[in-house]
């Protein structure tokens, strides 16, 4: 694996690159940043050449000069795919935030794109509740910085008993949250998750083949709310992996998610028609 730093309109961006193929495009989870795919990227480097990208704010970025947008996000994706070059359709795999921009990005560049997987990637809004949790950490993150908050960051984003039964991938979670630049992170809180919209109608007006993925104990995008999201997409499919918080199945259960990409990669419209029909849901 090597890394570069990539110009994109939000400013330079580390983009690693490992393995060699087709192209897929990795995006992490707000809070976080690319070290979260480290117990995937090898076998999926077998299948494909990977730029795993650390968002704009995120790992050991500088923040951007101004406030941005989910769709200045999915705008900075296709400046890394011109600074490579890359002129076929990629394969798309995002958690969480990095989900909600691959949902932006296929509906604004469908001809960019050749499959979308969406890990731990809510597809409402914010509700109410969650809007006043995600205000006071906002805040407090302000106050106090990333180390007193990096353990409550951590059992949300993994579970609260993931730092005592795996505190491997605990610390991976806490280290990414530490790394980032305190002003950049907090501009990000406010610019994408307290202004994250409903991506529904995104959703429903694109016609590339979507997996929606939630990790069967995660309280903040239930396997019922996954499930609804794409009941009525002939386009789409709802798989429910093992794990808790929104990247619990990329540290806790790699060797399903790792089984279901590469299945995806290979055949995207067979594969949403088979996890349709085991949902039993008409296509």
């Given at each position: 694996m090597h890394g570069q730093r990539v110009a994109t309109r939000l400013g330079p961006l580390r983009v690693n690159v490992s393995g060699e193929g087709p192209t897929a495009l990795l995006w992490h989870s707000l809070f976080v940043d690319s070290t979260t795919w480290s117990r995937v990227e090898q076998r999926l480097a077998t299948q494909r050449r990977l730029l795993l990208v650390d968002g704009p704010?995120?790992?050991?970025?500088?923040?951007?000069?101004?406030?941005?947008?989910?769709?200045?996000?999915?705008?900075?994706?296709?400046?890394?795919?011109?600074?490579?070059?890359?002129?076929?359709?990629?394969?798309?795999?995002?958690?969480?935030?990095?989900?909600?921009?691959g949902i932006q990005f296929a509906h604004t560049h469908p001809a960019r794109i050749r499959s979308l997987i969406a890990v731990g990637a809510p597809i409402p809004a914010l509700s109410p509740a969650d809007r006043r949790r995600t205000r006071l950490l906002a805040f407090l993150y302000r106050v106090v910085g990333a180390r007193p908050l990096a353990a409550l960051l951590t059992?949300?984003?993994?579970?609260?008993?993931?730092?005592?039964?795996?505190?491997?991938?605990?610390?991976?979670?806490?280290?990414?949250?530490?790394?980032?630049?305190?002003?950049?992170?907090?501009?990000?809180?406010?610019?994408?998750?307290?202004?994250?919209?409903?991506?529904?109608?995104?959703?429903?007006?694109i016609a590339t083949p979507v997996l929606i993925t939630?990790?069967?104990?995660?309280?903040?995008?239930?396997?019922?709310?996954?499930?609804?999201?794409?009941?009525?997409?002939?386009?789409?499919?709802?798989?429910?992996?093992?794990?808790?918080?929104?990247?619990?199945?990329l540290l806790q259960a790699p060797e399903a998610l790792i089984d279901l990409v590469t299945a995806f990669w290979r055949n995207p419209a067979q594969t949403v028609a088979s996890h349709k029909a085991k949902a039993g849901v008409n296509s």
């Open positions: 704010a995120h790992g050991t970025n500088t923040p951007p000069v101004r406030r941005y947008t989910l769709e200045d996000c999915h705008g900075v994706a296709a400046d890394i795919l011109d600074h490579f070059h890359v002129d076929e359709p990629v394969d798309w795999l995002g958690n969480a935030w990095g989900g909600h921009v059992d949300v984003l993994l579970g609260p008993d993931a730092r005592r039964s795996d505190p491997t991938g605990a610390r991976i979670v806490a280290d990414a949250f530490r790394r980032a630049n305190r002003r950049g992170m907090h501009a990000a809180i406010a610019s994408l998750s307290l202004a994250r919209p409903d991506l529904a109608p995104v959703l429903s007006a939630t990790g069967r104990d995660d309280p903040m995008w239930t396997a019922a709310e996954a499930q609804a999201a794409t009941e009525d997409l002939p386009h789409a499919a709802t798989v429910i992996l093992p794990g808790a918080g929104h990247v619990g199945p």
